[in-house]
């Protein structure tokens, strides 16, 4: 892996001297002389946003959601996700319909390319982790359970709270 600031694709062309622009929060904050290692990492940065977003969704909104909602997420400052800090960064609303394929088809989610990351955001009912089953024909017990798939650059993270363990929270890496 390369040292030092990676930056985004430009589709221009440009001369030497051009400053090379930046597509994405991260690479913003490494122009204006933030390193990107003082982020924790630009590998947990995604993490760090999902689980700043997902803990703003606790305090807010709660379990009551009903179908699937689409959100845009602009990192402001990437050193204020690790903290909780509420101003870290901008959450915007863009759709929300019964269902994940609904909420895509809808011409508001194509805004969420504007963005620095997506989060779609469902409750569901979810089987937990369980002791093994003890007959056949049982099933493990279901429960309540908020989902956010978030969508930054190329890596997606979910995490899963459920409702009735709301401090036990399953953070899972899916690429």
């Known amino acids: 892996m390369a040292k030092g600031p990676v930056v985004g694709k430009s589709t221009t062309s440009r001369t030497p001297t051009d400053p090379i622009p930046c597509e994405r929060a991260?690479?913003?904050?490494?122009?204006q002389g933030?390193?990107?290692?003082?982020?924790?990492?630009a590998a947990d940065l995604p993490v760090l946003l999902v689980r700043w977003f997902e803990g703003r969704l606790h305090e807010s909104v709660g379990f009551c959601l009903r179908g699937c909602r689409l959100y845009g997420l602009e990192v402001i400052d990437p050193q204020g996700l690790e903290g909780g800090d509420p101003m870290a960064a901008r959450v915007s609303f863009l759709a929300e319909a019964d269902?994940?394929?609904a909420v895509v088809l809808?011409?508001?989610a194509r805004e969420?390319?504007?963005?620095?990351?997506a989060a779609m955001v469902t409750?569901?009912?979810?089987?937990g982790?369980?002791?093994?089953l003890a007959r056949p024909g049982e099933f493990a017990p279901r429960?309540?359970?908020?989902v956010v798939d978030l969508l930054y650059d190329d890596v997606a993270v979910t995490v899963i709270r459920f409702e009735n363990d709301a401090d036990f929270i399953v953070l899972a890496s899916a690429s």
């Open 143 to 146: 429960r309540r359970a908020r």
């Open 123 to 127: 409750v569901e009912w979810r089987s």
């Open 26 to 31: 991260v690479c913003r904050f490494v122009a």
């Open 112 to 117: 969420a390319r504007a963005f620095d990351a």
């Open 34 to 41: 933030v390193s990107r290692q003082s982020v924790s990492d």
């Open 99 to 101: 269902d994940r394929q």
């Open 129 to 132: 982790v369980t002791a093994p």
């Open 106 to 108: 809808q011409p508001a």
